[in-house]
């Protein structure tokens, strides 16, 4: 058994994990981020308690945390985190003093996109997972191993440039792909269409649910909204823009797509394929498979546990 936990902005999530990757029992607490690093430390630790239930701690050969930020995963140090606010954290270490128990520190998109290649790709010898959220994020698994760069923060994927000199990112630069193909970007999108465009029903849709969100253009699309479906396609396409960059840079046997963003479906995926079949550079061999994430918001736990086994 191992545990595996996803610390996020707004939640701490946890589960007890098996050595297959089946997740036994989970629970979520809140991360309230704004609070003292070893607070929210403890209570990782207490809620991996609770999530480990009656099973002893002997049967549990290790925690894996997965973290927002770049992580040394050999000391078990965050280095530098910004959506939690942490600054050379010996995370491994602070951890230990609240449950004493082998741990291994990734960073929060690579225990995903292990969480995801566990699952639907383990036979592949080349993955790339991209998680469409309120940032890009993503992993690269290579020969069944989470390639971390020289330095442990590779595989940054939201931030390659998208459009030179473009919309300003969260990370100080202009364009990243993150500024255009994150929900955060989609929703800025949204609003400014329904502002150039009153007619459109998503005006009255706004009005129904409170406030713009990733599914307003979708569902706006589907019911036949023009300006909605302009949103949708012009999204997609800078989506389809960074998986043909990647695509082309390491052609991998298997991309899969997650996040919230990725729970459309064939209304994302089918478009994107397109796109991106027609307008990658490899045009004489073998495809890429591109696929829809399985596991969603439980790609962390299972990720961050199974990486605590290698």
Known sequence: MYIGIDLGGTNIAAG??????RIIHKDSTPTLSERPVEEIIADMAAIARKVAGDTPLSEIHGVGIGCPGTVDNETGTVIYSNNIVMDHVPLAEIFRRHLDLPVNLEN???????????????????????????GVGGGIILDGNIWRGFNGAGAEIGHSTLIMGGERCTCGKCGCLESYASVTALIRQTTEAIEAHPESMMNEWVKKHGKVNGRTSFECAELGDEVARQVCDRYIQYVAEGVCSIINILQPETFVIGGGISREGDALLTPLKKYVYKNDFNKHMPKTDIRIAQLFGDAGIVGAAMAAKI
């Open 108 to 134: 929060d998109a690579n225990a995903a996109a292990y969480g995801e290649y566990i699952t639907c790709a383990k036979d592949k010898k080349s993955f790339v997972f991209m998680t469409l959220g309120t």
């Open 16 to 21: 007890l994990v098996d050595d297959n990757g």
